[in-house]
């Protein structure tokens, strides 16, 4: 089945500690999105990347990093410039970015000790 | 910016019962979705809706896009039904403006 699938779904860290999370899709979108969702909170886009080999800085980029080396492949990376990284995150893909249907993944869990 | 707004931030109701979030923007966007987060943090695209009627089963979804609202329609609710709404604009940057979320409580 066509999907997003996000990897681990849960991790636990130490403080200090880089984490990358990972996210596939065979969706054969050009468009991929992170975002960070707090508890009882709305959505927060950290990244975006329209195309392979590009990507965008969000609302809340600050202590994160991204790579799009493949279209099917979109990791983020929580480095411990992240000063507060303990939050549920979402990846999403469209068919791009100008026609915005987006579907996501089941998300990672981030707890940060 | 533009501004998302929806109503009611919290719905209790019992199996059976209908109802209707509302999301109200501020300015003319190109779409509009509408979003189910189910308790386990899934979120699931509803409807894809910048004007005009949709619907899927139980669920419908409104758009007066020259009133800036939209309305998602719940009828029957069923206890699967609860979690939390949202409804995202694109605005003309082409990125979603997120609103905060209706939560949606069905009891048995």
């Known amino acids: 089945d066509g999907g997003i699938t996000q990897s681990p779904k849960y991790l636990f860290r130490k403080e200090g500690q880089n984490v990358t999370l990972s996210c596939e899709q065979n969706l054969n979108h050009d468009a991929m999105y992170w975002y960070r969702q707090d508890p009882g909170q709305g959505l927060r886009l950290i990244y975006y990347?329209?195309?392979?080999?590009?990507?965008q800085k969000g609302d809340i980029a600050e202590g994160y990093s991204v790579s799009r080396e493949k279209k099917e492949s979109f990791p983020l990376t929580v480095t411990s410039a992240q000063k507060n990284p303990t939050a549920f995150y979402l990846c999403?893909?469209?068919?791009?970015?100008?026609?915005?249907?987006?579907?996501f993944g089941e998300g990672s869990r981030l707890t940060v000790l | 910016g533009i501004q998302v707004e929806q109503s009611p931030p919290d719905l209790i109701l019992q199996e059976g019962a209908n109802s209707t979030l509302r999301c109200n923007f501020s300015d003319s966007v190109n779409n509009l979705q509408w979003f189910h987060q189910n308790p386990w943090g899934q979120l699931i695209n509803l409807f894809y809706?910048?004007?005009?009627?949709k619907q899927n089963g139980r669920l419908s979804a409104t758009t007066v896009a020259t009133e800036r609202y939209s309305l998602l329609y719940i009828s029957s609710s069923q206890t699967t039904d609860s979690g939390v709404y949202f409804c995202?604009?694109?605005?003309?940057?082409?990125?979603?403006?997120w609103g905060a979320g209706t939560k949606l409580i069905i009891k048995p």
């Open positions: 999403a893909s469209s068919i791009s970015s100008y026609t915005g249907e987006l579907f």
């Open positions: 809706i910048p004007s005009g009627t």
């Open positions: 990347s329209q195309i392979v080999n590009d990507f």
């Open positions: 995202a604009v694109e605005g003309s940057n082409y990125q979603l403006i």
